[in-house]
């Protein structure tokens, strides 16, 4: 379902985009939560720190990347505030989780913070792990941001002045717009680092595809087809990576208007 | 010209008083005093780093002043960001490198504003913006990029993309400067014509031909200052001050 609605996105020309987009990012993850935490419809219940393998691995890389690029795009544009407080606090949490290994947030996360919350409130395993990991991504995030930002060039930004813009629609109509597509590469590079580091999950007790693959390797029926587990976990992840490098340079291609024609 | 205007030359559009800003330690703009009337045109030239861009930049705050009064159609230029906006919206400027958004076509580029900021239906901002283009003559690009447009053509767009907002002023910051010469003629017509509709206009260029056609006033500036200031006849066949004289003699000998 998932991939269904992904690529209906991905090609171009076909009807109903905002209707899909929506389905995608508010119905599809109900639906998925419902399907592989159980408990309805006669499914049995999984609990959370049990779920493992491709799914998990798939859970976080594309909640951390699609939860990660608006807090990013948010702190980058705090960053570059005239306002003192936003813009050091921006900086301020960008420098403090830039600084930090991801094992170290994952372990802050799961081993740490319950220590320091009353006991009743207690978050669920995978759910913490995602919050670091979003709050640990939309750093790099931001400065992948801001360096698009800082490429658009002073005149767009008179311009949309002149022409009597207020900052958030010069924002959002002008300048955005065209610091992202300068972005794609950056961005695209970021996400592809993130797919790669849910691996770290492991350390926490969450098996990601390659903990899996390793788990099942104990198993004595298995015994002897280790080099074939590590070469299909390695396949899975170049296929996943290559596909969005891929399709990074498609979007460039598509939001090329510089000169040329575009249709 | 200025005779047929003087029934409406009346109101004040833009008033300058005792401007002075600095750079830092440098100080760009000296005491400067301007007064323009509705339906005035000005011509403003001078040397390079005499103030003359910066000075209309301070009419739309895209540069700050330090000291003395901006009044745009009677409403005082402050720090207040209400009124800077509203300010905005009433003038209109033109870039010396056209500063159009790249990623939407010219007709975007032109309805964008009135939809935005005067919320007018996107139907209607894209006529007004045809009957726009129509007037700088290029309505068949209408749909394409501004990256496909000779430099020319990208210059006449972005007088109509400033048209479009309906302003009561219209600053040119060396319209024709970054022209290869064969261009600089179809934006310049545009330019008079747009004057002869009356228009306030403050034009900063060396083009004083345009100057002489369609000028009430030529102002000469350097080193910050307001050198002189006269009708073009007497500004070029009489300058009164040996810096202008001298400035003249430079740019008209060949």
Redesign the interface.
Known sequence: MFVGLVAWLVIKNLPYKGLVAALTLFVFPVVAFFLLYGGAFGLVEVETHKWGGMSLTLILAVVGIVASLPFGVALALGRRSDMPIVRSLSIIYIEFWRGVPLITVLFMASVMLPLFVPEEISFDKLLRALIGIVMFQSAYMAEVVRGGLQAI?K??Y?????????YW?KMV??IL??AL?LMIPGIVNTFIALFKDTSLVLIIGLFDLLAIVQAALNDPEWLGYSTEGYIFVALMFWVFCFGMSRYSLHLEKL?H??????T | MSDSNEAIAQETMVELRNLNKWYGEFHVLKNINLSVKKGERIVICGPSGSGKSTMIRCINRLEEHQQGEILVNGTQLTEDLKKIEAIRRDVGMVFQHFNLFPHLTVLENCALAPIWVKKVPRKEAEATAMKFLERVRIPDQALKYPGQLSGGQQQRVAIARSLCMNPDVMLFDEPTSALDPEMIKEVLDVMVELAQEGMTMLCVTHEMGFAKTVADRVIFMDGGQIIEENNPHEFFDNPQHERTQLFLSQILQH
């Open positions: 060039p005149g767009q008179e311009a949309a002045d002149a022409l009597g813009l207020g629609k109509l002008i717009p065209q597509k939001l208007t510089g000169h040329g024609s575009r």
